[in-house]
């Protein structure tokens, strides 16, 4: 560790923020870094944020954070993918599950030969072959067993949680390595030749840090408000830009799914904690006023409501810089786009692992440095927004605002995806793309994307032998669901029902 980072300060104490303080302390604190984090008491964090993606358990696994107890204080819950209801026809769903669908067969791809099978009318819908979505619409979970080749040894999962409880999670580990959290408000951001100096607080104390990371939120305080770092809107390529979210009495059968419910001018999502419902609605303001998006979401609760409805205004889009100077912007102070696939706190602990992998090494970062994590990030962002934008684009609802995403320009990258998948079902990942060819399978066929042809490699072996090895996958899909308990008996097993 170079004497240059002697101090860092992070500016929020949101999911990002904690995050941060966490992994910056855990990692650098025995290197004799101090970590400083700022929170005002007087600016609410966002509040929303509870689905995540299977990453996160590498993260909580880095960390040492031990899951029973990481569920219990959160009233978190499993996860297994996330149900797509209406996006392509009103009545009609999908599971983007989590893990492998499928294996190999013959030495092909298990795409290639379902699609193929799926042409000659010799294969089940796609969901059939995964047992993560079979158990999530069963209502049943499983940790992964030590069991070699069984789909019950490579269950890919992940949580939802309750966010704020989250953050006061990971608050307690953080001050237990040594973060040191300062309650108040910053009225002024001090800057200096490496970029920022210091932070002013209301109660006139200031903050002198080497390196700053801006958690502020969508306010931006230090990359846009001090650096004015400039901003890429996506609004042409998602078009959403506010959202209602309203919690509601928890679901005694929980599903391990995320549901996300296509409706008139966007989506709603559904997500099952231990002691409350997360529901939230999200949608174009253009083709719907709040107090519609209001109605609509209330309408579709399953339980009371335990709130008034929160409605929150959002951009989509991200920081032309992440990195700018001795500021890294992490979360929402980065860029946003809406939460469909549960992607946001993913970026917060992607940007934290590129981070900690790019620590400057001198007073000064090198500026070599700078431009690959800002590279890195950039990338990253685009490859999740073409998978966002392909659930828009690919739809055959009747609504204008669905007609109106059918009908507008795609982003290149999923252009050329999109053509590669039609011509004979190619999927092709690109380097560090977070999506892989599974979830590229499940969102293209699910979404309906019609392909021509099939991979030839895939004649090597009769119609017949295929259809042969898919039904044994689904037989052995259905054996392994029946030793999955229900998800609610998973999570009494935790030994809380998630009261506070
Ligand atoms: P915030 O939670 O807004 O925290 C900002 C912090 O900055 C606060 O502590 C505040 O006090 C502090 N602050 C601001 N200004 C000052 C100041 N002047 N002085 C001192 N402190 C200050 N992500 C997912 O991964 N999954 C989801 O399901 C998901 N759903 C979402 C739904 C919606 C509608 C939205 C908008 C976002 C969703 N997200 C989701 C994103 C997720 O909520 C955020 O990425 C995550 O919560 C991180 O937020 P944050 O910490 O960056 O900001």
């Not at 409805?309 to 951009?315: D, E, T, Y």
């Not at 809406?338 to 934290?352: A, D, K, Y």
């Amino acid at each position: 560790m170079s004497d240059a980072l002697r101090s860092v300060v992070i500016v929020g104490g949101g999911t990002a923020g904690w995050m941060a303080a966490v992994a910056f302390s855990r990692l650098l604190g025995p290197a004799g870094t101090r970590v400083t984090l700022i929170e005002s008491d007087a600016i609410p964090t966002i509040g929303v944020g509870e689905a995540t993606i299977p990453p996160i358990r590498t993260f909580h696994a880095m960390l040492g954070i031990e899951e029973d107890a990481f569920l219990r204080a959160t009233g978190g819950s499993y996860k297994l993918g996330i149900r797509f209801e209406g996006w392509t026809r009103a009545g009609e769903s999908y599971v983007h599950p989590f893990g492998q669908i499928g294996t190999d067969i013959a030495g092909v791809p298990f795409a290639a030969q379902w699609l193929r099978a799926r042409q000659a009318g010799a294969a089940d819908p796609l969901g059939r072959y995964s047992l993560e979505a079979r158990a999530a619409e069963a209502g049943r979970f499983s940790r992964p067993i030590a069991n070699g080749n069984s789909p019950l040894s490579r269950i890919g999962y992940a949580y939802h949680f309750d966010a704020g409880r989250y953050a006061a999670f990971l608050r307690t580990i953080a001050e237990g390595h040594g973060v040191v959290r300062r309650e108040g408000t910053i009225e002024r951001v001090e800057r200096g030749p490496a970029g920022i100096a210091a932070v002013h607080l209301a109660d006139g104390s200031r903050v002198a840090g080497d390196l700053f990371l801006d958690c502020s939120g969508f306010r931006a305080l230090l990359i846009e408000g001090a650096l004015e770092t400039g901003w890429t809107d996506w609004a042409e390529w998602l078009p959403c830009d506010r959202a209602v979210a309203v919690p509601s009495a928890a679901d005694a059968a929980p599903l391990p799914l995320t549901r996300a419910i296509a409706e008139r001018a966007g989506w709603r999502w559904r997500i099952p904690l231990q002691h409350r419902t997360g529901n939230g609605h999200v949608f174009s303001s253009r083709h719907l006023s709040d107090d519609e998006a209001i109605a609509t979401l209330l309408a579709g609760l399953d339980g009371e409501a335990l709130a008034e409805p929160r409605v929150i205004r959002f951009a989509t889009g991200h920081r032309n810089r992440f990195w700018n100077g001795n500021c890294i912007a992490l979360g929402l102070a980065a860029g946003f786009m809406e939460p469909l696939e549960s992607t946001s706190i993913h970026l917060v602990q992607s940007g934290l692992q590129h981070l900690l992998r790019m620590l400057p090494t001198g007073a000064v970062p090198a500026p070599a440095i700078i431009e690959r994590y800002n590279r890195t990030m950039t990338a990253e962002f685009l490859r999740i927004r073409d998978f966002l934008v392909a659930h828009y684009h690919l739809n055959a609802r009747p609504e204008p605002f669905w007609r109106e995403r059918a009908a507008a320009p795609i982003p290149e990258g999923l252009a050329e995806k999109l053509a590669l998948f039609r011509a004979g079902g190619r999927i092709f990942r690109e380097a560090d793309e977070l999506f892989n060819e599974t979830s590229w399978l499940a969102l293209l066929t699910g979404q309906d994307a019609r392909v021509t042809g099939h991979d030839p490699i895939c004649d090597a072996v009769p119609i017949e032998a295929v259809a042969d090895r898919l039904a044994g996958i689904e037989r052995v899909v259905a054996t392994s669901l029946t030793h999955m308990p229900p998800h609610a008996e998973a999570l009494a097993r935790l030994g809380s029902n998630g009261a506070i």
